[in-house]
């Protein structure tokens, strides 16, 4: 069984500061590795995916993620953040075996990004 | 692109009620997900399907009961609404021949009252 640990359930920042959103994962199979972004009122949206390859992934609006196998973490970064990032991020794994596409969620971290 | 629609953004029931949340993907995907999200918990897996009239408990299907009687549409039927279900709702969709990961709907915000 797969189970994701997102470590802040808020993160506070300033316009145009770095911020990280930390997340780990334990899992006795490999996994795919994903961040989601669910803007207020909207579903989720795809920010970025690890399938495999560069551990290092690159996503939509200026974040990254590094994929660290010998720790288990997926960490989402972004050098420089905007108001328009304020949102709730979630970290989530699927089992590379089988064809489900089930996914095991973290339970999400709200940046606030303040001006 | 792939869209999924869910019927309602907002619902507001009464305890008793028997409730149906619709949720229909165009991309003729396989696979179709409800979750369930709360505060703090993030999504919960209720139900998914991986064809027609084929289903399989997630990790939270108390109370909960699903339908595809269409390869489209996936529904979530509240048996008898009670108040703990009163959370947003989730719907999403996935094709098992591509390595994209699941498309989610807008959600629907659920009030049990």
């Known amino acids: 069984a797969q189970s994701v640990t997102q470590l802040d359930s808020q993160v506070p920042v300033f316009e145009e500061a770095p911020v990280e959103l930390r997340c780990n994962y334990s899992?006795?199979?490999?996994?795919?590795l994903f961040w989601y972004v669910q803007y207020p009122n909207q579903g989720l949206q795809l920010l970025l995916k690890?399938?495999?390859?560069?551990?290092l992934v690159k996503g939509i609006n200026g974040f990254e993620a590094e994929f660290n196998k010998s720790q288990t973490s997926f960490h989402l970064r972004k050098p420089s953040v905007h108001i328009s990032d304020t949102a709730e991020y979630f970290c989530?794994?699927?089992?590379?075996?089988?064809?489900?596409?089930?996914?095991?969620f973290g339970q999400g971290t709200t940046l606030q990004v303040k001006p | 692109d792939v869209k999924v629609t869910q019927s309602s953004r907002y619902l507001v029931k009464r305890t008793g009620e028997k409730v149906f949340l619709e949720c229909v993907q165009d991309?003729?995907?396989?696979?179709m997900f409800w979750y369930r999200q709360d505060p703090g918990l993030g999504l919960r897996l209720i139900y998914f399907?991986?064809?027609?009239?084929?289903?399989e408990k997630g990790d939270i299907p108390e109370g909960y009961s699903v339908s595809r009687e269409k390869k489209e549409r996936f529904s979530l039927i509240l048996e008898s609404a009670s108040t703990n279900q009163t959370s947003m709702y989730l719907c999403?969709?996935?094709?098992?021949?591509?390595?994209?990961?699941?498309?989610f709907g807008d959600g629907t915000r659920l009030s049990i009252l």
């Open positions: 991309m003729d995907h396989e696979n």
């Open positions: 989530a794994v699927s089992e590379r075996s089988g064809n489900t596409g089930k996914l095991i």
């Open positions: 999403a969709s996935l094709s098992v021949y591509s390595n994209q990961p699941q498309h």
């Open positions: 690890y399938l495999s390859g560069s551990t």
């Open positions: 399907s991986y064809d027609v009239k084929m289903k």
């Open positions: 899992s006795s199979v490999s996994v795919y």
